[in-house]
């Protein structure tokens, strides 16, 4: 399948259930730590400045973003974890609305985990991969920012994210850069294996 990467447009932002779309479009959803770069990341793949909405202030997505892609997909957007300046009213808040969309919607067919590859995952990192091998969902581990360290260490991030993540061999793991445009021919092979 090949994508014409024109038509891409916000359907919905849906803080539950009642309010995702409805609609037969597989969808792609994309974790990970606030300010991790997963709204660049979609920015990035569909080569665009700024439709998904970035910034330097960690905790901005709140919602779940449905983005339609051509009428052939949806990626979902979804507000990031393990910002530490949020209640812990805000955070059961946010576990309960992630839980409710990775575990029940139909349409989901993967999920695009990204870690910083600068950094040995995190606790929250490890607990978010654990928790989708557990409901089976497949993963796209994306480990991004990969301009921010040299070429010669990328075997040794790769090496050290796979083995505290416990990384199950059977899923796609992509270094990724939203500034050197890295990645993103392999993450497009990757979703679309997903879709077809
Ligand atoms: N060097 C570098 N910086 C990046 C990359 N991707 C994102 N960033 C920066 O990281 C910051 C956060 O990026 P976002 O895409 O907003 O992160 P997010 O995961 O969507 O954050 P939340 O919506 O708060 O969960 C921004 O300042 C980006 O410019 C990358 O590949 N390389
Ligand atoms: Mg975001």
Same mark, same amino acid.
């Given at each position: 399948?090949k994508f014409?990467?024109h038509?891409?447009?916000i &359907?919905?932002?849906?803080?539950s259930q009642?309010?995702?779309?409805?609609s037969d479009?597989?969808?792609?959803?994309?974790?990970?730590?606030? #300010? %991790?770069?997963?709204?660049s990341?979609? #920015?990035?793949?569909?080569?665009?400045?700024?439709?998904?909405r970035?910034?330097?202030k960690p @905790?901005? &997505?709140?919602l779940?973003n449905?983005?339609?892609?051509?009428? &052939?997909?949806h990626? %979902?957007?979804?507000?990031?974890? @393990?910002?530490a300046?949020?209640?812990?009213?805000?955070?059961?808040?946010? @576990? @309960?609305?992630i839980?409710?969309?990775?575990?029940?919607?139909? #349409?989901?067919r993967?999920v695009? /985990?990204l %870690?910083?590859?600068?950094?040995?995952?995190?606790?929250d990192d490890?607990?978010m991969?654990?928790? $989708?091998k557990?409901y089976?969902?497949? %993963?796209? $581990?994306?480990?991004?920012?990969?301009?921010?360290i040299p070429?010669?260490?990328? #075997?040794?991030?790769?090496?050290l994210?796979k083995?505290t993540?416990?990384?199950?061999s059977?899923d796609?793991?992509?270094?990724?850069?939203?500034f050197?445009?890295?990645?993103i021919?392999?993450a497009?092979a990757?979703i679309e /294996?997903?879709?077809?």
């Amino acid at each position: 399948m090949k994508f014409n990467i024109h038509n891409v447009s916000i &359907t919905t932002s849906a803080p539950s259930q009642a309010h995702y779309p409805v609609s037969d479009l597989p969808e792609i959803a994309l974790a990970g730590r606030s #300010n %991790v770069g997963k709204s660049s990341f979609i #920015n990035t793949i569909l080569n665009r400045k700024n439709f998904a909405r970035t910034s330097g202030k960690p @905790g901005k &997505t709140q919602l779940l973003n449905f983005f339609n892609i051509d009428d &052939t997909l949806h990626f %979902v957007d979804v507000p990031g974890y @393990g910002y530490a300046r949020v209640s812990k009213k805000e955070r059961e808040k946010w @576990g @309960g609305m992630i839980e409710e969309y990775l575990t029940t919607r139909p #349409n989901l067919r993967a999920v695009i /985990s990204l %870690v910083d590859m600068r950094h040995e995952p995190s606790a929250d990192d490890v607990q978010m991969y654990e928790f $989708l091998k557990y409901y089976d969902i497949p %993963v796209i $581990l994306v480990a991004t920012k990969a301009d921010k360290i040299p070429r010669g260490k990328w #075997n040794k991030s790769e090496s050290l994210i796979k083995k505290t993540l416990q990384f199950d061999s059977n899923d796609d793991f992509i270094i990724f850069s939203s500034f050197d445009k890295t990645g993103i021919a392999e993450a497009w092979a990757a979703i679309e /294996s997903f879709i077809d």
